[in-house]
């Protein structure tokens, strides 16, 4: 279709230019062929067609090879004269169509677009369609990419498309600029395409989310669709059309909020599990209970007012609109920068500050204002522009709730390593003395930087050797998988988190010695590189075998270097 489209404008805006070149040529040949010239022995002679077509031909490009195929007598020369200013008026007219057609922003437009849907046409491998590359869409497809996993983007944005265009990528990453609620725009990306495994919508806008959820339903309804959602109204109706995933951050972050303040080692294991591997180890952190001061009582200030009362905590709500924000009986009038209002509210008897306006400038002014009246508040702050972060950093916040990080993070999780999340669903269920436990126990493996987090299903793509030993009735558990492929005494600094089996019953923390089958799925955490070492094990019989038994015999003199 696009292709057509192409071949139509050219042909369209090209048509007369190419009339004109036609009959200039027809013109100048048909000349050369009537007008007599004289022979190299003075006779009169005629041009051929055959002769004519080719002096024609250079002669109208001014390339210029001479008189053929004997000297032009002077109206031959009179006539060259004229067909020669005829055909450069010509030429030059055709070309200022073609430069035309190549700035033409349709034309450019169905380039592009004929270049991206070739991109994802010929995508060999699971992909997922990103909508939005704001500052979520950013970090979600550095987060794809790394793990090997293809993202094709739009946005409506050319220059969101330019940024990614110039953003260094461990995979090709095909991006458009367009409407991603349009249906072609879709279809364009691939929704249709056998490959493609999911829809991410994480655009700014609530209804532009939902449209893009309905459209990706209804055109194919078993394709699973991510969306972001801020307003009730709109989660309820992306809900109502079969949306896989809707998250929302101002209710994820006070959750996870209310998790600190209640089991604070269960949101540190959280913390550490959902981290970009390699980075450094976040601190624990102890939400104080008490009177609480929040600032702002819009979205993010509703879902962390329900929050917070839910644990039992006296909140002061400081909004400069209370009625029309429909704020809670005895909330303060104004803006929580000043010291009168902040005093009103009790800041100075107040354990904690939520700064939660819609404005940057307003929460790090609140904070500095609160911290200079109570310099021990444990200080919450939302950061709504990503270029602020260095501020927000400096100002001295405990937790800064940031939009994107908190959808990339969640998303992340979902599409890459989604038995995380079951993982913590049941965490949750546990006590805090034992996720603190737990805490110790990958803090001992990782060291001071965030461990690498993997997943392993067993079957015969993934663990290889494990299927063969199945097969022949050998009885594999968690203590094989995990022994040093080099010397099996040893165990590899790793620790087996949570296991699903195919039946849909789960462990958390299995032991060692609990065995594997065909089909499980088993979440490990571990210093970095230790994955690929276990893959050795995974991957080769005759490791798997020394592992289990201790037999070196039907290793290969390489294996027995490798392991030496």
């Keep these: 279709m696009i292709l057509k489209s192409i071949y139509y404008q050219i042909f369209r805006r090209m048509r007369f230019p190419l009339l004109l070149l036609l009959g200039t040529y027809a013109i100048a040949i048909l000349g050369m062929t009537l007008i007599p010239g004289v022979d190299d022995q003075g006779n009169p002679w005629k041009m051929s067609f055959f002769h004519a077509t080719y002096y024609v031909s250079y002669m109208a490009t001014t390339i210029g090879f001479g008189e053929i195929p004997y000297p032009f007598s002077e ?160 989660e309820e109706n992306m809900a109502s059309f079969g949306t896989d995933h809707i998250i929302d951050p101002y209710l994820t972050f006070s959750s996870r909020l209310s998790l600190a303040l209640d089991k604070p080692g269960v949101y540190t294991l959280y913390n550490w599990l959902a981290a970009i591997s390699r980075a ?31 644990q039992g905590i006296t909140v002061v709500t400081v909004e400069v609109d209370p009625e029309g924000t429909h704020s809670p009986p005895g909330s303060i009038q104004g803006w929580g920068t000043d010291h009168d209002t902040l005093h009103k509210a009790g800041i100075e008897t107040a354990v904690g500050l939520v700064a939660g306006t819609e404005n940057d400038t307003n929460n790090l002014s609140i904070v500095m204002t609160a911290l200079e009246m109570n310099p021990n508040l444990f200080v919450v702050t939302r950061e709504n522009r990503r270029y602020n972060r260095e501020l927000f950093q400096k100002v001295g916040a405990d937790l800064v709730m940031q939009s994107s990080e908190i ?45 690498d987090v993997w997943d392993v299903e067993i079957n015969a793509t993934q663990t290889p050797a494990i299927i063969l030993q199945l097969d022949r009735g050998q009885s594999i558990t968690l203590a094989h998988v995990q022994s ?52 050795w094990t995974l991957y080769n019989d005759a490791l798997l075998n020394y592992v289990i038994s201790g037999d070196e015999q039907r290793q290969s003199w390489l294996m027995r270097k490798f392991r030496a």
């Design 407 to 451: 959808l990339a993070r969640e998303v992340r999780l979902l599409l890459t390593l989604p038995l995380v999340r079951d993982f913590l669903r049941e965490v949750e269920k546990m006590d805090n003395e034992w996720a603190n436990q737990t805490v110790s126990r990958i803090a001992g493996i990782a060291g001071e930087t965030v461990p």
């Design 484 to 535: 040093n492929p080099r010397q099996r005494e040893h165990t590899l600094p790793m620790l087996a988190l949570f296991i699903r089996r195919s039946d849909g019953s789960c462990m958390v923390l299995p032991p060692p010695a609990c065995p594997l089958f065909d089909g499980d799925r088993v979440l490990f955490c571990g210093d970095y590189g230790i994955k690929q070492r276990m893959q």
């Design 280 to 310: 450094p180890l976040p601190d624990p952190i102890f939400p104080p209970k008490g009177k609480w001061v929040l600032c702002g009582f819009g979205q993010f200030g509703q879902a962390m007012h329900a929050r917070l009362t839910t």
């Design 75 to 234: 109206a031959q020369r009179l006539w060259g004269i004229f067909c020669i200013y005829l055909n450069v008026i010509s030429w030059l007219y055709a070309i200022g169509s073609i430069i035309n057609i190549m700035q033409d922003a349709a034309f450019r437009r169905a380039l592009v677009e004929l270049k991206f849907s070739s991109m994802v046409r010929h995508l060999g491998e699971p992909f997922y369609i990103l909508c939005g590359f704001g500052d979520t869409g950013t970090a979600l497809v550095r987060a794809l990419t790394n793990r090997g996993i293809y993202a094709v983007v739009l946005d409506q944005k050319e220059a969101a498309i330019n940024r990614l265009n110039l953003t260094d990528y461990q995979l090709d990453v095909p991006a458009l600029y367009g409407d991603a609620t349009m249906p072609d725009t879709l279809k364009l990306a691939g929704l249709e395409h056998p490959r493609c495994k999911g829809v991410v919508a994480m655009t700014d806008k609530d209804e532009v989310n939902l449209k893009i959820a309905i459209t990706s339903k209804l055109l194919n309804p078993k394709l699973p669709v991510i969306c972001r959602g801020e307003r009730p109204d709109y």
